[in-house]
Each structure stands twice: as structure tokens, then as C-alpha cells.
């Protein structure tokens, strides 16, 4: 089991900025695709973003333009850059490792097999 610690959630006004962090274990960062997932109340968890242990991301269409992922190798953190916000991205937010390098573009939750607990952002209008 991989544990993976999300931080930096929180409240804040539509068309502003937050960044997520997700400290993960130091054989893991770089080595697997990593991902970013949200999921809202009464709504399924979506793939938002991923990572491969190359640096290649992929996003989906809700965010593309407005979130960046990113990984520090050496602080073993996986980020999530989001500006932009808007009142529907109101989600509680998780990362997740795959037990793949590479990852996919369809950014599907099966392919993840260990999740953080989550942090909840949230965006008012």
C-alpha cells in the first residue's frame, strides 16, 4: 500500500488560483504515473490530470488550460497547478498511483490502484 498525503485545498473565489500537493513515497515519484482525480457530491470521480514517471502529462478537457500538474523528484511531491477556478470545480480532490510508468491518455480511475484521502477545494461565485 502506497500512502499519499494531498494538502493544500481550501476555499476561494471563482477566477482564482490554488495548488495542490501530494506528497508521495520516494520510490514512487518519477517511477509511475501519477494522477490527480476530483470527485463532486452526487457525481462520479473523474481523471483531471496525469503524469508519467517521463514527465508527459495529459488532462481532461474540463481543465486543459487552466491546471497544471507537475512532479519535484526531489522533494517526492506531485502538484496541481489550478487557475482559472470556477465554481464547478468544486470537488473534493485526490491523487492516485498507478502501477504503470507510463501512463494513458484517458486518465481512468481502474488504472490507479492507491489513493490519498483527499482535500476539498472549494469555489464560490
Known amino acids: 500500500q502506497v500512502q499519499l498525503v494531498e494538502s493544500g485545498g481550501g476555499s476561494v473565489q471563482a477566477g482564482g488560483s490554488l495548488r495542490l500537493a501530494c506528497a508521495v513515497p520516494?520510490?514512487?515519484?518519477?517511477?509511475?504515473?501519477m494522477g490527480w482525480f476530483r470527485q463532486a457530491p452526487g457525481k462520479e470521480r473523474e481523471g483531471i490530470a496525469s503524469?508519467?514517471?517521463?514527465?508527459?502529462?495529459y488532462y481532461a478537457d474540463s481543465v486543459k488550460g487552466r491546471f497544471t500538474i507537475s512532479q519535484d523528484r526531489a522533494k517526492s511531491t506531485l502538484y496541481l497547478q489550478m487557475n482559472s477556478l470556477k465554481p464547478e470545480d468544486t470537488a473534493m480532490y485526490y491523487c492516485?498511483?498507478?502501477?504503470?510508468?507510463?501512463?494513458?491518455?484517458?486518465?481512468?480511475?481502474?488504472?490507479?490502484?492507491?489513493w490519498g484521502r483527499g482535500t476539498q477545494v472549494t469555489v464560490s461565485s
Open positions: 492516485a498511483a498507478s502501477w504503470a510508468r507510463y501512463c494513458n491518455g484517458a486518465i481512468s480511475r481502474a488504472d490507479f490502484g492507491d
Open positions: 520516494g520510490n514512487i515519484i518519477g517511477t509511475k504515473c
Open positions: 503524469i508519467s514517471g517521463v514527465g508527459w502529462n
